[in-house]
Structures are given as structure tokens and as C-alpha cells.
């Protein structure tokens, strides 16, 4: 029952989101195309509900030359495809704003396991022992608030069991709220890195 609530709040948060933040777009869509040549949005192909795939929106914060479809921690000098304003995009997690389309379209909810790419088998598969894949992706959910690109498979794949196994209301308020403190502090965003050991280690023992 609360999964049906949840889709219905969803929708009509993104949706009111999408109009309010309509000026927001336009302003960062004009600083995209005078930064770098190349589409305002990029889109990529990404593991949804029941380990099926679907294509996510973002704002393009990389060279049109970056090599497609491979997690920026796995590139060499990932920091050198991004651009200027790709930088702050990502830094404020602007560059994810377009997945309020993803949300209205029924493909993403606003909280849950953040989608991977299509061919990261490695966390989807760890994802299966907890039964992460079978709710929508999120536009950002436990393991982002708890270390975000800081993580390891291992790790954000048990996060994201964690809050399978407390869904509900509270959990996502606690993300919810948990997420606009952790973008303000710009906590969990490193190009390039998968974190620390002693991280990982915290974040395992997390209840």
C-alpha cells in the first residue's frame, strides 16, 4: 500500500518541481551551452525496477568525448572530461535535476537505490541478495546521505538493503532531509574515487 502512496506523492512533487524550477533549467541550460559544444542533456541507459533498463536524464557535465557508458571512478583523470560548469552542476547535484522526468514517467521514484549503469552487473548483482532491485531507483536514497561516491559496491549495495528492509514513510524523510544536508555540506562527491577502507568499514555497520 505504501509503495502505491509513495508513486502518487511522487508524481505531483516532481511535477510541481519541474514547473517551480522551470527558470532554473533555462539558466542552467544556457551556461551548459555557452561552456562547452554539445546537447544541454545527456541521457544514459540504466538498470530500473526488476533489473530492467530504462534511459536517465541528466545536464550534461562532461566532454561530448568522455568514453561513453563507463562509471566516471573507473576513468583515467576522470576531473579532466569535466567541464566548468560541470564542476558546480555536480558539485550541487544540479546535473540529476532532469530525472524529474524520469519520476513523472513512472521509471525513478524520488527515493530509492540510485540506478546503475546498465552494465554494472557487479552491483546488481550484490543488490539482489537484499532485493534492492526490486523497487525504483531513486533520485537519491540511503546510500547517497551515507557516502555516496565515497562507496564501495559492497557497502552501498548493503545501504540500499537497509533501506529495503525500513521502507516506509520515516526512512524516506530521513533521506529526503538527510540529502539537502549532505548537498548544502557537499558531503560524498569524489570524482574518480571509491573511498576508504575505514569508510567502508563504518558504513557496513551501519543498522
Known sequence: MYLKIKRVIDFILAL???????????????????????????????????????????FRSMRTDTPKDMPTHMLDAADSFITKSGHFLRKTSLDELPQLINIIK???????????LWNQYDLADERDKYGANEVLPGLTGWAQINGRDELPIPVKARLDGQ?????????????????????????????????????????????
Open 16 to 58: 510541481t518541481a519541474l514547473i517551480l524550477l522551470s527558470p532554473l533549467f533555462l539558466i542552467v541550460a544556457l551556461w551548459i551551452k555557452s561552456d562547452s559544444p554539445g546537447p544541454v542533456f545527456f541521457k544514459q541507459k540504466r538498470i530500473g525496477i526488476h533489473r530492467s533498463n530504462f534511459y536517465i536524464y541528466k
Open 106 to 116: 513512472g521509471e525513478m521514484a524520488i527515493i530509492g537505490p540510485r540506478p546503475a
Open 163 to 207: 533501506y529495503i528492509e525500513k521502507l516506509g514513510l520515516k526512512m524516506d524523510l530521513k533521506c529526503f532531509f538527510g540529502t539537502i544536508i549532505s548537498v548544502l555540506k557537499g558531503d560524498g562527491v569524489v570524482e574518480g574515487g571509491t573511498g576508504a577502507i575505514e569508510k567502508a568499514q563504518r558504513e557496513l555497520k551501519v543498522k
